[in-house]
């Protein structure tokens, strides 16, 4: 059913068809009106056998879903930016565990400066947190892909986090189209858990491992997302069978085959890259797209395939690996050693700054010459940043940078509604 409605009220009626046996959550910007929407089918009914539980911090939210998972419960929650970072000790124990959790990451800038606005800081910092990490470009991929993050999950027995862009597409409105709840069924069977807390088979969950088997359990999470690397587009044509449209997967190619450039990102950027890209294409440049998403399994054969015949890659994304740079391109290049590929590292978007045709046009034009620098940062203000490096150097007690910065630009804080 087509309907209009906000990115955030999108997910959570896909989540409610998923029909979760446990919601725990904690407020936090952008993702709270996916709660919220829950909260309110909860008590109103339209969400049934589900117990809606308000937690008092993120940590507990992760700590409750822990909890509930192992008792066998289909079990769902969300969160953000500093709250994914407040329950990372849980994150790291749920998917050691094996829990089948899914969470809406709603994709937002990490403090300090604090920011509310949107970058894959977040979800990036924990790449390596044993959970996978599927990547949204749309709100209808959005909703798709948490109906798949279940199946995904509850197969496995590993948890899945499915990123959408803050504000981007938590709250953008959009036309969607809204699948049956015969729909979901046929597609996502009842949860049969591969572990679950049993009085009359009694077992230890989270036992003490020392060296002598830490490297093997270890080796089992690496084990499953290597599975998940042959799943992840097998439920993809699954879910086309059954909704009779295409998503998920582990990568998606836009004008790749005669491309000479292609520009690799992941989430809601890849809408504006391609409408760079097609008029671009429009004016004679051979350049394509490449969306990603699965971080995690990072699909390292399907982009070497992508990408082999191609001149050169550019990576677009938009979070920064502080002291070294790209993050995802850093990935990409492993997938293409040897290749004997030009490749360039373009840092956007941090902390919610605009992305334009106009200075990606310009940005993917100088790629195209092999002009770029290896590090780009899209529209940095350098003098902003000289001027503080050069007062730090005359001056010992410089203050803080950010206060210092937003000085500069005629204002001592930004306002946060």
Same mark, same amino acid.
């Given at each position: =059913? #087509?309907?209009?409605?906000?990115?955030? +009220?999108?997910?959570?009626?896909?989540?409610? /068809?998923?029909?979760?046996?446990?919601?725990?959550? %904690?407020?936090?910007?952008?993702?709270?009106?996916?709660?919220?929407? @829950?909260?309110?089918?909860?008590?109103?009914?339209? $969400?049934?056998?589900?117990?809606?539980?308000?937690?008092?911090?993120?940590?507990?939210?992760?700590?409750?879903?822990?909890?509930?998972?192992?008792?066998?419960?289909?079990?769902?929650?969300?969160?953000?930016?500093?709250?994914?970072?407040?329950?990372?000790?849980?994150? %790291?124990?749920?998917?050691?565990?094996? /829990?089948?959790? !899914?969470?809406? !990451?709603?994709?937002?800038?990490?403090?300090?400066? *604090?920011?509310?606005?949107?970058? +894959?800081?977040?979800?990036?910092?924990?790449?390596?947190?044993?959970?996978?990490?599927?990547?949204?470009?749309?709100?209808?991929?959005?909703?798709?892909?948490?109906?798949?993050?279940?199946?995904?999950?509850?197969? @496995?027995?590993?948890?899945?986090?499915?990123?959408? &862009?803050?504000? *981007? #597409?938590? +709250?953008?409105?959009?036309?969607? &189209?809204?699948?049956?709840?015969?729909?979901?069924?046929?597609?996502?069977?009842? %949860?049969?858990?591969?572990?679950? /807390?049993?009085?009359?088979?009694?077992?230890?969950?989270?036992? =003490?491992?020392?060296?002598?088997?830490?490297?093997?359990?270890?080796?089992?999470? +690496?084990?499953?997302?290597?599975?998940? #690397?042959?799943?992840?587009?097998?439920?993809?044509?699954?879910?086309?069978?059954?909704?009779?449209?295409?998503?998920?997967?582990?990568?998606?190619?836009?004008?790749?085959?005669?491309?000479?450039?292609?520009?690799?990102?992941?989430?809601?950027?890849?809408?504006? *890259?391609?409408?760079? !890209?097609?008029?671009?294409?429009?004016?004679?440049?051979?350049?394509?797209? $490449?969306?990603?998403?699965?971080?995690?399994?990072?699909?390292?054969?399907?982009?070497?395939?992508?990408?082999?015949?191609?001149?050169?890659?550019?990576?677009?994304?938009?979070?920064?690996?502080?002291?070294?740079?790209?993050?995802?391109?850093?990935?990409?290049?492993?997938?293409?050693?040897?290749?004997?590929?030009?490749?360039?590292?373009?840092?956007?978007? @941090?902390?919610?700054?605009?992305?334009?045709?106009?200075?990606?046009?310009? /940005?993917?034009?100088?790629?195209?010459?092999?002009?770029?620098?290896? $590090?780009?940062?899209?529209? #940095?203000?350098?003098?902003?940043?000289?001027?503080? @490096?050069?007062?730090?150097?005359?001056?010992?007690?410089?203050?803080?940078?950010?206060?210092?910065? $937003?000085?500069?630009?005629?204002?001592?804080?930004?306002?946060?509604?």
């Amino acid at each position: =059913m #087509l309907k209009q409605c906000e990115g955030s +009220h999108a997910v959570a009626e896909a989540v409610a /068809l998923c029909r979760p046996e446990v919601i725990c959550a %904690y407020p936090i910007s952008p993702q709270t009106h996916i709660v919220e929407g @829950l909260g309110e089918m909860v008590k109103s009914g339209d $969400l049934t056998d589900c117990e809606f539980i308000n937690v008092e911090s993120e940590f507990a939210a992760m700590s409750v879903a822990i909890g509930s998972s192992a008792t066998g419960a289909r079990t769902y929650t969300a969160t953000a930016s500093q709250g994914l970072l407040f329950m990372v000790e849980a994150v %790291y124990n749920a998917s050691g565990l094996g /829990l089948p959790i !899914v969470m809406t !990451v709603a994709n937002r800038a990490i403090g300090a400066p *604090i920011n509310i606005w949107n970058d +894959h800081s977040d979800s990036l910092s924990q790449r390596d947190c044993g959970w996978i990490q599927l990547f949204a470009e749309s709100n209808q991929e959005a909703l798709d892909l948490h109906i798949q993050a279940f199946k995904l999950a509850e197969e @496995l027995s590993l948890p899945v986090m499915v990123c959408m &862009d803050g504000f *981007i #597409l938590t +709250h953008a409105y959009e036309r969607v &189209d809204m699948p049956t709840q015969a729909q979901v069924d046929a597609f996502l069977p009842p %949860y049969e858990p591969r572990q679950v /807390l049993d009085p009359a088979d009694p077992v230890s969950i989270g036992a =003490m491992v020392g060296p002598e088997a830490f490297m093997e359990v270890r080796y089992l999470a +690496h084990a499953k997302q290597m599975q998940a #690397l042959e799943r992840i587009p097998q439920l993809a044509e699954e879910f086309k069978q059954v909704f009779g449209r295409e998503c998920g997967g582990l990568v998606r190619t836009y004008c790749t085959e005669d491309a000479e450039t292609i520009v690799i990102a992941m989430g809601s950027v890849l809408g504006t *890259i391609k409408d760079t !890209v097609d008029e671009m294409r429009a004016a004679g440049h051979k350049i394509g797209v $490449l969306g990603i998403t699965s971080f995690r399994p990072f699909p390292l054969l399907a982009v070497a395939a992508a990408l082999k015949n191609c001149k050169r890659f550019v990576v677009l994304e938009k979070s920064l690996a502080v002291g070294i740079g790209g993050i995802v391109a850093t990935n990409v290049r492993m997938a293409v050693t040897g290749m004997g590929l030009k490749g360039y590292t373009v840092v956007a978007g @941090l902390g919610g700054r605009a992305i334009t045709v106009k200075a990606l046009t310009g /940005l993917f034009d100088k790629a195209g010459r092999d002009e770029l620098e290896l $590090l780009t940062f899209l529209d #940095l203000d350098w003098n902003a940043v000289n001027k503080q @490096l050069e007062r730090e150097k005359q001056t010992r007690r410089s203050g803080p940078a950010a206060e210092a910065m $937003l000085r500069d630009l005629g204002t001592v804080a930004s306002k946060i509604a």
